[in-house]
């Protein structure tokens, strides 16, 4: 068995053509990420699943393997199957791409969660909402979990819906979900062949085609939100960060 990490990270940004390449501090954003998760302790190997042979060029020396993947494929998750050519007891963590700050520890949990609790096809991870603003954005997925910490919904509308009053935040019930992904090999083969269901198609949330396949999702909880880069402007942000931090 395997536990391979994999960044997709293709060119054509909607947002942020070519955003992979964007300097941070000196060094290209993709460069933040891949030595981010070469100091996660579980992975086995790390690769990037890229189509534009100037992110793999930027890669070098860093240790981390880019395979080119084609510019059409359908989504990030299909990226990282081809790019993983996993067996059907690897494990694969899916890591987002314009995350230069992500943190290793979180990585490492994902996959422990996987090796830890073998009733889960796949594993993501959650913080809390702590703010009305945050709540009401659509643009922050939320989830619903279980008593085993295993997700029940995820939804760009506020859940649980409280039926009487405003929605209490110091419950713990209101919490967003992060984008990074574990998954078994054998299901992650198996949802790549799966057209997207309708509830994908509704909300545009490829997690929810697993859960709708039947796959049980355990979920790691964090209090570490992340910051992405999804605009040029986001860069001076990290930036500051980055400064603080030193």
């Keep these: ?95 987002q791409g314009d995350e230069p700050l992500i943190n290793p520890e979180l990585v490492d949990a994902i996959a422990e969660k996987l090796l830890t609790d073998s009733s889960c096809e796949m594993a993501t991870a959650c913080a809390p909402i702590r703010t009305m603003e945050e709540l009401a954005a659509r643009t922050i997925v939320q989830v619903v979990m279980d008593r085993y910490d295993r997700a029940l919904y995820f939804s760009r509308l506020p859940i649980p819906c409280r039926r009487d009053g405003e929605q209490d935040l110091k419950s713990g019930l209101y919490q967003r979900h992060i984008g990074i992904y574990g998954y078994r090999g054998a299901f ?25 396949m039947g796959a049980r999702i355990g979920v790691v909880r964090t209090n570490e939100v992340g910051i992405g880069v999804d605009r040029p402007e986001d860069i001076a942000v990290i930036e500051e960060i980055i400064k603080q931090r030193s």
């Design 188 to 212: 992650l083969a198996k949802m790549v062949a799966e057209k997207p269901c309708d509830l994908e198609k509704c909300e545009g949330l490829e997690q929810l085609r697993a859960l709708w």
């Design 1 to 95: 068995m395997r536990i391979i990490g994999v960044i997709p990270s293709r060119w054509g940004s909607t947002r942020f053509p070519g955003k992979s390449l964007a300097l941070i501090s000196g060094k290209p954003l993709v460069r933040w990420v891949a030595e981010a998760c070469k100091r996660a302790k579980r992975l086995d190997e790390v690769l990037v699943a890229t189509d534009d042979v100037r992110i793999a060029k930027a890669l070098e020396g860093t240790g981390v393997r880019a395979v080119m993947t084609p510019s059409d494929l359908p989504s990030g998750t299909d990226r990282v199957a081809v790019a993983a050519q996993a067996g059907p007891d690897d494990l694969v963590i899916n890591i």
